[in-house]
């Protein structure tokens, strides 16, 4: 069975940091695209990273570009995502998903808040 | 930046009865459209790719259609399970990639 499961999220400060990862199985991760999409409460998806299965080329939404960065380990099956100087807007649900788009599967999903 | 926006934002129907969701892209996308469905507290599931494609799994009632511009999601007779918000992507020209802000079908 294809899975992936998010971890890593909970309160966070403004200006401050969280490391969210994604735990894939079932498929060859090393040979698939990774994204990471969020969901603020109550609002729609919003897509804000991308990495690439084998150089690591990343693309970034603006909203998230200089702050937040994506990377990989293949042999660890592990997706990350380091969020830095971090806003109260970020406050959110992050769910990775395996590419290429249209995105299949999805994981649950880990809440990130962020709050003083 | 392609915008996506979708119509109406609230869809009361009735069970049995059919749905009929829009999906408009500010510039063409080609066939590159896919459909998300999001019931409360899950992650979106796939249901439709290629303007048309059912992903595996998604029950016949369930019909994409369009190309370019506007694009359609139909379900034909609605089920309990099929009231859900549905999400449009398209995948044509990114990064960004751009969702729809979604339409709640919701039981009428």
């Known amino acids: 069975e294809v899975r992936l499961v998010e971890s890593g999220g909970g309160l966070g400060r403004p200006g401050g940091s969280l490391r969210l990862s994604c735990a894939a199985s079932g498929f060859a991760f090393e040979t698939y695209e990774m994204h990471w999409v969020r969901q603020a409460p109550g609002k729609g998806l919003e897509w804000i990273s991308y990495?690439?299965?084998?150089?690591?080329?990343?693309y970034y939404a603006d909203s998230v570009k200089g702050r937040f960065t994506i990377s990989r380990d293949n042999a660890k099956k592990s997706l990350d995502l380091d969020m830095n100087s971090l806003r109260d807007d970020d406050t959110a649900v992050y769910y990775c998903a395996r590419g290429p788009p249209p995105f299949d599967p999805w994981g649950p999903g880990t809440l990130v808040t962020v709050a003083s | 930046e392609i915008v996506m926006t979708q119509s109406p934002a609230v869809l009361s129907v009735s069970p049995g009865e059919r749905a009929i969701l829009s999906c408009r892209a500010s510039?063409?996308?080609?066939?590159?459209l896919a459909w998300h469905q999001q019931k409360p507290g899950q992650a979106p599931r796939l249901i439709m790719y290629g303007a048309y494609v059912r992903a595996t799994g998604v029950p016949a009632r369930f019909s994409g259609s369009g190309s370019g511009t506007e694009f359609t999601l139909t379900i034909s007779s609605l089920q309990s399970e099929d009231f859900a918000v549905y999400y449009c992507?398209?995948?044509?020209?990114?990064?960004?990639?751009?969702f729809g802000g979604g339409t709640k079908v919701e039981i009428k």
């Open positions: 990495i690439d299965f084998s150089d690591g080329a990343a």
């Open positions: 510039q063409s996308v080609g066939s590159d």
């Open positions: 992507l398209q995948y044509n020209n990114w990064p960004p990639l751009t």
